[in-house]
């Protein structure tokens, strides 16, 4: 590790080394969610990536909300997902709705209204994120540096795509996940942030307005797991279907 880096490129450092940060430079460590925001834009950049689509989540039904933008190279579309996961670490997974918008979302100065963005909703289809963190001491690693490192994001997985309906049930969905067969979840599934499509707004606004960045029509927005999250250890086929929506399969290697 180069102790001279920014964080976001010491990020994009073990992004790509596929190697973990012990401890991180005092110096470089977010001090305010905009520092942490600032670093997530430098590690896509650094990566010489751009921004594939979003995620974005809340702890509770009405708490704050937060999201990362999501290198292209790793958002998988059509079930053509192959992540390789370290042999050393068992691999974390998510289910989760995704939506898509019918309209390009420029950068502005005033906030859109809910209902802009809500009435903006195409496409909804699922998604399975694979959860990997940039830090070796993960879970118990400072906030801060979670949301500068994508908010813990490794790779996503995103099925086929269907026209929006806002009659799905966002709320309790009916769903199944399974790893090589065998099932991932029997709980009662729920999402802690409520219905997923109050995030959508913030997300635009703060892409838009506090970041000066786009929301576009071919990026996905990916709003948090129905499942908690699930540890998988060795190769396989993991497949995920949520609210009658097409399925999603990533594949372990």
Known sequence: MNPSLSLGRLLAQAFTSHTQIDTPPEAVLPREARAAYDAQHELVAALGDTIGGWKVGAKTPDGPRQGAPLPRHGVWLDDTGVYTADARRPCGLELEFAFRFGRRFEPAERPYPDAEVEAAIAEVGAT???VASRFAAFPAVDRLLQLADLQNHGALAAGEFVPYRADLPFVS???????????????????????????????????????GVAITPDQLVTCGSYVGLVNVAGSGVAVGQIGGLPPVTLTVA
Do not use: C, K, M, Y
Not at 182 to 192: D, E, H, S, Y
Not at 200 to 208: D, G, I, M, R
């Open 128 to 130: 399975i994120e694979v």
């Open 173 to 211: 969905p009916a769903l199944s996940f399974t790893f090589n067969g065998q099932p991932l979840f029997q709980g009662v599934p729920a999402n802690p942030a409520g219905d997923p499509r109050r995030l959508l707004s913030w997300l635009v606004n703060h892409a838009t307005v506090e970041r």
